[in-house]
């Protein structure tokens, strides 16, 4: 069955980092392109950051470039958050979908496996 099970979130101040991961399993990660996605109270679901299967490609929403890095080993997708800011405020998912080819997606419609999500707030 596969599987995705984010962790790392939590409460920080505004400036501060967080390092979130996303466990991996019943599947074969090497084939599956891994995205973080976010949602704030009252707002649509957002895509933060992709990376692709091969972990060559990545890509970021405007929001994010430069304070945010996203990186994956064989079985876990990891989200560096840095100059945390109160509108990163959000649950944060993580995303998977087969890949064929290099499509840098961040539509959630072309995911297919979420995990459960881990709350981020930024609050001083």
């Known amino acids: 069955q596969l599987q995705l099970v984010e962790s790392g979130g939590g409460l920080v101040q505004p400036g501060g980092s967080l390092r979130l991961s996303c466990a991996t399993s019943g599947f074969t990660a090497d084939y599956y392109a891994l995205a973080w996605f976010r949602q704030a109270p009252g707002k649509e679901r957002e895509g933060v950051s992709y990376?692709?299967?091969?972990?060559?490609t990545t890509k970021y929403a405007d929001s994010v470039k430069g304070r945010f890095t996203i990186s994956r080993d064989k079985n876990t997708v990891y989200l560096h958050m840095n100059s945390l800011k109160p509108e990163d405020t959000a649950v944060y998912y993580c995303?998977?979908?087969?890949?064929?080819?290099?499509?840098?997606?961040?539509?959630?419609?072309?995911?297919?496996?979420w995990g459960q999500g881990t709350q981020v707030t930024v609050s001083s």
């Open positions: 995303a998977a979908y087969y890949e064929v080819g290099v499509s840098a997606t961040l539509n959630f419609h072309d995911y297919d496996y």
């Open positions: 990376i692709s299967s091969s972990g060559y």
